[in-house]
């Protein structure tokens, strides 16, 4: 399995390996995310996949609100912009927001982020 549950954050243990970042499929991710209703997360790939339109670069954590650009994140916020750079990476595709509606997870869930991905 390519995450383990870490405090309120998944945990991708291949981040360390740069090389395994490219084996994790993103729509396999997607898919993993929405099954098992981590709205949080995919939010916040949704919000990095679109920054990059923005042409903004500066990664906001969701814990403290704030850009972390010139101060050393503690672990937890530093495993958040890790996580945020690896969506960075991934599109999302038109299939991704398709399979939405046809992934077993909560109404909410599926509310949430078509919610998220129209603004």
């Not at 814990?63 to 912009?81: H, L, R, Y």
């Not at 992934?103 to 991905?117: A, G, N, P, S």
Request: aromatic content about 10%; overall charge negative; proline content about 3%.
């Amino acid at each position: 399995m390519f995450f383990v549950r870490c405090s309120q954050m998944v945990h991708f243990p291949c981040l360390t390996d740069e090389r395994l970042k490219t084996r994790i499929e993103p729509d396999v991710a997607w898919k993993y995310l929405l099954f098992n209703n981590r709205e949080d997360m995919l939010i916040t790939w949704i919000s990095a996949y679109y920054s990059k339109f923005e042409e903004s670069t500066d990664i906001v954590t969701r814990s403290s609100g704030q850009t972390c650009t010139n101060k050393k994140p503690d672990a937890e916020v530093a495993e958040e912009i890790q996580i945020q750079r690896l969506f960075l990476l991934w599109d999302i595709t038109q299939s991704m927001i398709d399979s939405i509606c046809d992934v077993c997870c909560m109404t909410r869930t599926k509310e949430i982020v078509l919610d998220h991905l129209s603004r």
